[in-house]
T-cell receptor
């Protein structure tokens, strides 16, 4: 079983601040996905990263895959209240293994 | 497209009762899966299916059964509910985005309480 650790577990910031959340594994990822989940809803896929060192941008969100493919980060620039939610990383493959998530609250 | 639908949205069971959580998708995806989500535990895979007639166990399969008679439907059965099965259940369907990388679409979830 793949162990995915996410940090921090909880994060509360003011609107306009920047933040970074992390996803680390005990072994090499084949590929990794980031999801956002809003209260009372299912997760929604944000991005898939495959290649070590890969960087992908989605508006104010920047996703980075570590060179060794054992870690990933999600950076949000100028956070907005609409960014509030649970951010989950997941290793993809025949089965998906999810991290425990980072719960983000952006205060207006 | 309705995407992935789940029923019911909420359910309360007594210990020992059985029930079926329904999941349907209209995207013609081959791959479907069931997860449970508990506080501080993330999403854990219960069972999954790579196509009609094919199912396999995930990380936490005990106490649950599944079947996949059609591409569209993937019901999850609780045979004898236990308080440890109190959780939020999510169904997802996926397709092969590129070379074995699957993009998952999740349903809205079923919140189950077992007393």
């Amino acid at each position: 079983t793949q162990l995915l650790e996410q940090s921090p577990q909880f994060l509360s910031i003011q609107e306009g601040e920047n933040l970074t959340v992390y996803c680390n594994s005990s072994s090499v990822f084949s590929s990794l996905q980031w999801y956002r989940q809003e209260p009372g809803e299912g997760p929604v896929l944000l991005v898939t990263v495959v290649t070590g060192g890969e960087v992908k941008k989605l508006k104010r969100l920047t996703f980075q895959f570590g060179d060794a493919r054992k870690d990933s980060s999600l950076h949000i620039t100028a956070a907005q209240p609409g960014d509030t939610g649970l951010y989950l990383c997941a290793e993809t493959g025949n089965q998906f293994y999810f991290g425990t998530g980072t719960s983000l609250t952006v205060i207006p | 497209n309705a995407g992935v639908t789940q029923t019911p949205k909420f359910q309360v069971l007594k210990t020992g009762q059985s029930m079926t959580l329904q999941c349907a998708q209209d995207m013609n995806h081959e791959y479907m899966s069931w997860y449970r989500q508990d506080p501080g535990m993330g999403l854990r895979l219960i069972h999954y299916s790579v196509g009609a007639g094919i199912t396999d166990q995930g990380e936490v399969p005990n106490g649950y059964n599944v079947s996949r008679s059609t591409t569209e439907d993937f019901p999850l059965r609780l045979l004898s509910a236990a308080p440890s099965q109190t959780s939020v259940y999510f169904c997802a369907s996926s397709y092969d985005q590129t070379g074995g990388i699957y993009e998952q679409y999740f349903g809205p979830g079923t919140r189950l309480t077992v007393t």
